[in-house]
């Protein structure tokens, strides 16, 4: 099984994932990532390799950090240890200090037991999956062992978050002046920069989730869980209520009636503003195939076109960066604005949905209603082959339900790429007619693909 899933190495922190592998994964990412000309060059000008390490404030995380500081040093690259930082801010500031690469000690949404490890390259962009191959294939190669002057050295980087914060307040179309919001921290990585950034921004700031222990990071917070945010927002009278998760590249939304507004929802907001303002690329958006068909519809009326991909960040902003487009996201509220970040960024993502109610003097209600949310059920079906969705009996049972459903709704079945089972979306004009149809769906995968 690869060592690298679909977000870096992920698993239970001191078992699979243990200092042992973060020092040995770091060294072989020395070896890796220190190949290429500006490595070559560097290496010729005298001077070491610099790498930017951070992580989410998870007890695992401190000894973590440490062994990957650890395998990086006696690698001789220079580490620059950025501390407890959001996601986002260490792809930027990797870019911003031109450092060669960095690595993120995070398991984002995960439960306190699990960690990951995220290694960028330079520029604070995501590895493909070649350069992981390399780096895995690394780990029981021979490893950098410089000696004497050339080992590596470990300093604090100490203006860190202030040139993250400085960063975020220079995207901002209008400053949040005269908002009220309340900020869900997920007891995690944003818990300092995020309430800091929106009052620095103008907005008045109320704050929940905010005090991490090391082990209460998404523990019933954050944006896998937003009824607490929801109700504070209606108890406090607040515009909006802001979440983010552990690791904070994601963000999602709650209106001042405590409704959801998830990141299809704030992807349509922010591809209409930007198209209003010419910063949208070819006026096109970038989703995933299970972005809801809403915000198809509410892109086509319009103007925007909506490219589709498969399911993950990664594939989304592989589509960005080939046509160079400006906004690109997932449903979960991993949005990518490729003018001003690398990747998904929760706390850029937020400041600019705020900035737009400022902008325009609406609610978020009032800005979410161009698009039509459709009912949307999710069936996962266990147990079954993942490779046979292609069954003729499958296939036709979905041709069914396509033709009943018209053009008011749509079939999705897709195998999951790391368990047996096979998902099963449907997407209706109402819950009732998604439902049923997902059921039936359902069964018949159960029937045919059952091992």
Not at 24 to 29: F, I, P, R
Not at 96 to 122: E, L, Q, T
Not at 199 to 204: I, N, Y
Not at 340 to 368: N, P, Q, S
Request: glycine share 12%; aromatic share 2%; proline share 4%.
């Amino acid at each position: 099984m690869p060592l690298f899933g679909t977000d870096g190495v992920r698993g239970l922190a001191n078992g699979p994932l243990t200092a042992d592998l973060a020092l040995t994964l770091a060294q072989a990412t020395a070896v890796v990532l220190g190949q290429g000309r500006t490595a070559e060059a560097r290496r010729a000008a005298g001077k070491r390799l610099t790498a930017v390490v951070a992580r989410d404030p998870r007890i695992s995380g401190e000894f973590l950090s440490a062994a990957v500081e650890a395998g990086l040093a006696s690698s001789g690259v220079d580490v620059l240890d950025a501390g407890v930082l959001p996601t986002p801010a260490t792809a930027f500031l990797i870019a911003d200090m031109d450092a060669d690469f960095g690595v993120m000690v995070s398991a984002s949404h995960n439960p306190a037991p699990d960690n990951g490890i995220k290694i960028f390259a330079r520029g604070g962009v995501k590895l493909p999956d070649i350069v992981e191959q390399r780096i895995e294939a690394a780990l029981t190669g021979p490893k950098l062992q410089p000696t004497g002057a050339q080992v590596g050295r470990i300093r604090r980087f100490a203006d860190a978050e202030d040139r993250y914060v400085v960063h975020l307040l220079a995207s901002l179309p209008h400053r949040l002046d005269g908002l009220h919001v309340v900020l869900d921290c997920a007891h995690g990585a944003a818990s300092g920069v995020s309430p800091e950034t929106f009052k620095d921004a103008g907005a008045q700031v109320t704050v929940i989730g905010a005090d991490p222990d090391g082990w209460n990071i998404n523990d019933g917070v954050g944006s896998t869980h937003l009824d607490g945010l929801a109700r504070a927002v209606v108890e406090a009278g607040a515009d909006v209520g802001i979440a983010h998760d552990g690791d904070a590249d994601r963000c999602l939304a709650v209106d001042a009636q405590g409704r959801v507004v998830d990141g299809d929802q704030i992807m349509a907001i922010l591809a209409l503003s930007m198209k209003t303002r010419g910063r949208l690329k070819d006026d096109t958006l970038v989703a995933t195939v299970m972005s809801n068909l809403g915000l198809h519809r509410a892109m086509a009326d319009h103007g925007i076109r909506v490219l589709q991909t498969g399911v993950g960040d990664r594939y989304v902003l592989e589509a960005m960066t080939e046509g160079a487009y400006t906004l690109g996201g997932e449903q979960s509220g991993h949005v990518i604005m490729s003018d001003y970040a690398t990747t998904g960024d929760g706390l850029l993502t937020g400041l600019h949905l705020v900035a737009e109610m400022a902008r325009t003097g609406r609610t978020l209600a009032e800005l979410a209603s161009i698009m039509t949310v459709y009912p949307q059920v999710l069936v996962n079906v266990k147990g079954v082959d993942r490779d046979g969705v292609s069954d003729p009996e499958v296939t036709a049972a979905v041709a069914a339900a396509e033709a009943e459903l018209g053009d008011t709704g749509r079939v999705l079945l897709r195998a999951s790429g790391t368990e047996p089972l096979v998902r099963v979306m449907v997407e209706a004009a109402s819950e009732e007619d998604a439902r049923r149809h997902a059921d039936t769906l359902a069964d018949v995968v159960r029937e045919r693909l059952a091992l």
